[in-house]
Nanobody
Framework: QVQLVESGGGLVQPGGSLRLSCAAS????????MGWYRQAPGKQRELVAA???????NYAISVKGRFTISRDNAKNTVTLQMNSLKPEDTAVYYC?????????WGQGTQVTVSS
């Protein structure tokens, strides 16, 4: 099981951008699908973006057109570029495999969108 460490969160105004990074402790080359999840206060954790080892992507309807997921298998990193952020994007963001691995959850990174 790879260990995952997320970073890049912070406080941003509505309409702003953030770039989240996920660093894996081991190789992600053989992991077919990696994803970014988020959990808002009082809500269930949800998958917002996924990317296959071949680079195909899929997004939740709520973030489509605003978020872009990418992966670098050589550097064992997964990135989430978030643009046009909205207050409803406020959540703790996590990366993990898809489907997720219970042992791979990291601490996440807090994203707060507020004026």
């Amino acid at each position: 099981q790879v260990q995952l460490v997320e970073s890049g969160g912070g406080l941003v105004q509505p309409g702003g951008s953030l770039r989240l990074s996920c660093a894996a402790s081991g190789s992600i080359f053989s992991i077919n699908v990696m994803g970014w999840y988020r959990q808002a206060p009082g809500k269930q954790r949800e998958l917002v973006a996924a990317i296959t080892s071949g680079g195909s992507t899929n997004y939740a309807i709520s973030v489509k057109g605003r978020f872009t997921i990418s992966r670098d298998n050589a550097k064992n990193t997964v990135t989430l570029q978030m643009n046009s952020l909205k207050p409803e994007d406020t959540a703790v963001y996590y990366c993990n495999t898809v489907p997720f691995s219970l042992r791979s959850w990291g601490q996440g990174t807090q994203v707060t969108v507020s004026s």
